[in-house]
């Protein structure tokens, strides 16, 4: 005997749809950064566009268009040929829905006045620590409460200092970064696996846990010079072979005045001159 069940099915799918929340504009002469969030409830995002105009309601001829069919991209930053009044930004969802909305664009946050150094060094002071292994990190740990277990200087932004430990491990890298021009910045930030990133004293990116190196993005204002910068970072132990990855641990990368995303390298930071580093000096003698 069969027990039958009638359901009524709608003549077409009912999909979820498009929905754009936080959506913050900010400018900074003819500099331009929009970034928005798209709420989990909603349909994901597929791609989006943005039109800068000179006027309060987004009207008339843009100063410029962006389009880019990125899913990941919540925060942009561009150049326009005059100071930006409006912007439309438009979601375009994975069901080819869009959803458009005119932001108000705000006088970007004031920058912090850069720091001033009579000398400095290329790179980045680090120090490390070490976890036995018999204990686990699933967190960033309090750095006051541990004894490093080396300290030094690094050119760039990676975690070679570890030496193909697989204990669990967290550094601390301090410096500068050197601002190249007054104006807006994004950093992208991603590690594996947590980190917090300091920018003047200020936490721009907090991406504590365990987790891959997936990238976000961040908006800030900075002041051509140096800017005080600090990363914490952590990498919990490996378990065999599961957590081995050959994409980078650490990797940060910006855009900003007159450059397009690029990561960060020895050329961006500066540390103070460390007098406990010992150098080689050769010289070539006349035989």
């Known amino acids: ?10 003549a077409s799918p009912i999909l979820d749809q498009p929905a754009i929340e936080q959506a913050k504009a900010c400018g900074w002469g003819n500099q331009l950064s929009v970034k928005w969030k798209i709420p989990q409830n909603a349909s994901p995002q597929l791609g989006y566009k943005i039109e800068a105009y000179a006027d309060s309601d987004a009207q008339g001829k843009p100063l410029t268009i962006w389009e880019d ?12 040929k005059t100071p930006t009044q409006s912007v439309k930004l438009t979601v375009t969802d994975i069901f080819d829905q869009q959803i458009e909305v005119v932001i108000p664009v705000e006088k970007a946050p004031a920058a912090k006045q850069p720091i001033s150094l009579p000398s400095t060094s290329e790179g980045l002071s680090y120090t490390f620590y070490e976890l036995s292994n018999d204990k686990i990190w699933k967190k960033l740990p309090d750095f006051l409460t541990l004894e490093p277990v080396k300290q030094g200087y690094v050119k760039t932004l990676d975690d070679t200092v570890r030496e193909d430990r697989s204990t669990g491990h967290a550094i601390r890298y301090q410096g500068y970064l050197r601002v190249p021009a007054d104006g807006l910045y994004v950093l992208s930030a991603g590690t594996s696996d947590g980190s917090r990133l300091y920018i003047d004293g200020e936490l721009i990116a907090d991406n504590d846990g365990i987790h891959s190196t997936s990238q976000s993005l961040y908006a800030l204002s900075l002041n051509q010079g140096l800017s005080k910068f600090e990363l914490e970072y952590f990498k919990g132990a490996d378990n065999g072979n599961s957590r081995q990855s050959t994409s980078a641990r ?6 900003g005045p007159g450059f397009e995303m690029r990561p960060l390298t020895r050329s961006d930071f500066r540390c103070k001159p460390g007098t406990d580093v010992p150098s080689v000096v050769l010289s070539l003698k006349n035989h």
């Open 1 to 10: 005997e069969f027990t039958f069940y009638p359901t009524r099915q709608p």
């Open 69 to 80: 069919a990125a899913p990941h991209i919540r925060t942009k930053r561009l150049d326009t």
């Open 250 to 255: 650490v990797a940060l990368a910006w855009e």
